[in-house]
């Protein structure tokens, strides 16, 4: 099995920052990409930013230019920094990971989610 555990989730007024870490552990063989997703209330689960082993990213135009996704590939870390944050990127934010395990089965893996909230 392969965990991904998230932290750096909270309250922040607007315009302010937060940094989300995602460490994953356990069984890893090796893992392809790494991302952070979120679902806000009501909504369905949306890509906020993904990035490749090799370090290319992509992200959803709602957040580009403020959010900036990176990761340790010695430390299994995916991090992802948000600058000038907005009421609407209140949401639960989710780590994703496409991971191989030592049995060589490839499968996506996500994190129970960390709360991000904005106030106006």
């Known amino acids: 099995q392969v965990q991904l555990v998230e932290s750096g989730g909270g309250l922040v007024q607007a315009g302010g920052s937060l940094r989300l870490s995602c460490a994953a552990s356990?069984?890893?063989?090796?893992?392809?990409?790494m991302g952070w997703y979120r679902q806000a209330p009501g909504m369905q689960r949306e890509l906020v930013a993904a990035?490749?082993?090799?370090?290319?990213?992509n992200y959803a135009d709602s957040v580009k230019g403020r959010f900036t996704i990176s990761r340790d590939n010695a430390k299994n870390t995916v991090y992802l920094q948000m600058d000038n944050l907005k009421p609407e990127d209140t949401a639960i934010y989710y780590c994703?990971?496409?991971?191989?395990?030592?049995?060589?089965?490839?499968?996506?893996?996500w994190g129970s989610g960390t709360q991000v909230t904005v106030s106006s």
């Open positions: 356990g069984r890893i063989l090796s893992i392809n990409a």
């Open positions: 994703n990971a496409d991971a191989y395990d030592i049995d060589y089965v490839k499968r996506p893996y």
């Open positions: 990035i490749t082993s090799g370090g290319s990213a």
